[in-house]
């Protein structure tokens, strides 16, 4: 985000100006309230002691941050941890205040009331502070949370590091089909292996469409021509085969009876033998 850069330098700027206000205006009331010992306003000390801390620290940050690279007060962490501490501070600064001018001046500054009139800018300055910074903090932190969702830690570099550094990629890819990638199987190779088997590839271009010829249809009462067919391989009949006996060796083409062996041939019947 190339905004965070500029905001830093403004926020850090308006704020230091502001800062520089407040601590005149407290040390002005204190020197007016200085003989008086009934009279010691709470705020003021508190609202010196804020806006030291802040107009001093916030230019010398913003200069370091210029001068040098990697310090660590200009560290997304650092700045973060401060930012909340300044809106603490200003924050009651801010409340102290209110209450102080509620307290000595109930129903408003009169003519001449001088100490009024200040109260009154020092509590608008110290608001202006409190949401300046608070705007800054908030910017800062949403930032650097939405950096560490998209898996990019900006929190050890300052901010000018991490808007220069590109556009954030996100951590979890989108969803897309993942196909797994097809191998063909290696075979070894020896004498007399099988050829391998080609892996299935992309389908064979679509064949030139063939002309179509109309049949023509015979005139009415004649029926259709019929071409006889060529006998295939497997249509065609078994040749006869011989008809085996009991013994090897013996046969006769089908049909006809085979003759017996000599010695099993039927023997002749004689009579009784007379003498």
Partial sequence: MALIPLLRVIIFSFTSLLSLAVLGICAHILWLTQGYSNSYLAFAPFGTATSAVTAVSLPLFLILGRSKTRIFTSAVLFEIIWFFILWILWVATAGTTVAARAWFFPDGCFSGATVCYEITAMEAFAFLNFFAVFIYYDVLFLYAIICAIRGRS?????????????????????????????FTPQYAQYPGAPPPVPSPGAYPPAAAPQPYYPQQAPPPGQPYPQQPYPPSAGSSPAPQQPAYGAYPGSFTPQGQPQPLPA?????????????
């Fill in 154 to 182: 900006i929190w050890t570099i300052s901010a000018r590091e991490a808007a220069n550094s590109g556009v954030i990629t996100p951590a979890v890819p989108m969803n897309q089909a993942q196909y797994p990638q097809q």
């Fill in 263 to 275: 010695e099993y041939q039927p023997q002749p019947q004689y009579g009784a033998y007379q003498a």
